[in-house]
């Protein structure tokens, strides 16, 4: 069983993307968590992140130029084994 959730809002500062991923990046080390930086160029317009948390598929954390970005989230809950 899975859970979808789908957020689109906006940074109130475009020019804090940097610092915005930077922290995504240091959270994700001490947690462990795998990722992989999404950069911006003419084949894809938008920068960010994607995030593996282990037993889950991606999170996307992507921004276009303007601060507007799309989240998309899907975590699969898996049992623990007995």
């Known amino acids: 069983m899975g859970l979808k959730i ?20 240091d959270i ?13 160029s003419n084949v894809m317009p938008t920068k960010g992140i994607m995030i593996t948390p282990p037993g889950s598929e991606a999170i996307w954390l992507t921004f276009l130029a303007g601060g507007c970005s799309t989240i998309r989230l899907i975590l699969f809950i898996v049992p623990a084994p007995s």
Do not use: A, K, T
């Open 6 to 25: 789908s957020y689109r809002g906006q940074l109130r500062d475009s020019n804090e993307l940097d610092s915005f991923l930077d922290d995504v990046y």
């Open 28 to 40: 994700c080390i001490e947690i462990g968590w795998h990722f992989m930086p999404i950069h911006r």
